[in-house]
């Protein structure tokens, strides 16, 4: 596998374990190519997604995923 397909896929690894510990993002797929990251599927809409995304545990999440 080529460098850059190898960062590709530790980076959407990265990025699906982050989504599975937040709620709401079970149905979501991801893919990278050329380091351009694409999300698909459903999430929780309304005020169950406006709780979810400002969770400590997204909040964490988010800070622990680092893009080179």
């Known amino acids: 596998m080529e460098d ?9 690894a990265r990025i ?8 709401g993002y079970v149905d ?11 999300l698909c ?4 809409d309304g005020e169950k997604s406006r709780v979810s995304r ?3 545990a997204a909040l964490r999440a988010l800070l622990r995923l680092r893009i080179a």
């Open 4 to 12: 850059s397909a190898m960062q590709d896929a530790a980076m959407a």
């Open 16 to 23: 699906r374990d982050i989504l599975a510990e937040l709620d």
């Open 28 to 38: 979501v797929t991801v893919t990278v190519t050329s380091g351009i990251v694409t």
């Open 41 to 44: 599927g459903t999430t929780l």
């Open 54 to 56: 400002n969770s400590p």
